[in-house]
T-cell receptor, first 113, second 117 residues
């Protein structure tokens, strides 16, 4: 199975940069996702990493180190609307071609003026 | 505008009653997930279907929960009998995921907020 850890809460200032870390332990790693979830809404997909390195997508970037079991989500030029929970999820190979995705408990980011 | 549709959006029921939640996955998606979200536990995977076949329901309490896909356009999650500890938001998600597929993203429905009193 997986053990996924991320900070419970973070606060950052509008216009700044924030890095949300995620560490995981898994036996059959096959990809890591970041999702954004605003209060009362469904999670929405932000990024996917399966190889080591940085994936950049506009103001959001995601980094993965498979050897360290570590990922981070980097948010630049923070806006008030970025206040949300950010969920790290790990995909893990099971038997028979089945791949299970397990979510961390999420990091609640508050952006302040 | 393809989206995952869940009904009902909100459900309040008394302890002991049967609850059925429905999900219409995005047309063409071969994979359906049911998740439960609470403040304490976060998002927990309850069940996972590929091509309508259940691949994993180990996260689901077997004595009271059941998940089915009667056809490709409908997934159901049933709780019988319901208990107050089942109160949570239940999300359905779908995707085209699996061997031979380059897609990775799962699309979430808006969820069903269940309150058992």
């Amino acid at each position: 199975g997986q053990n996924i850890d991320q900070p419970t809460e973070m606060t950052a200032t509008e216009g700044a940069i924030v890095q949300i870390n995620c560490t995981y332990q898994t036996s059959g790693f096959n990809g890591l996702f970041w999702y954004q979830q605003h209060a009362g809404e469904a999670p929405t997909f932000l990024s996917y990493n399966v190889l080591d390195g940085l994936e950049e997508k506009g103001r959001f970037s995601s980094f993965l180190s498979r050897s360290k079991g570590y990922s981070y989500l980097l948010l630049k030029e923070l806006q008030m609307k970025d206040s949300a929970s950010y969920l790290c999820a790990v995909r893990d190979r099971q038997g028979g071609g089945y791949q299970k995705v397990t979510f961390g408990t999420g990091t609640k980011l508050q952006v302040i003026p | 505008d393809a989206r995952v549709t869940q009904t009902p959006r909100d459900k309040v029921t008394e302890m002991g009653q049967e609850v059925t939640m429905r999900c219409q996955p995005i047309l063409g998606h071969n994979t359906v997930f049911w998740y439960r979200q609470t403040m304490m536990q976060g998002l927990e995977l309850l069940a996972y279907f590929r091509n309508r076949a259940p691949l994993d329901d180990s996260g689901m309490p077997k004595d009271r929960f059941s998940a089915e896909m009667p056809d490709a356009t409908l997934a159901t999650l049933k709780i019988q009998p319901s208990e107050p500890r089942d109160s949570a938001v239940y999300f359905c998600a779908s995707g085209s995921i699996g061997p031979g597929s380059s897609n990775t993203e799962a699309f979430f429905g808006q969820g069903t907020r269940l309150t058992v009193v």
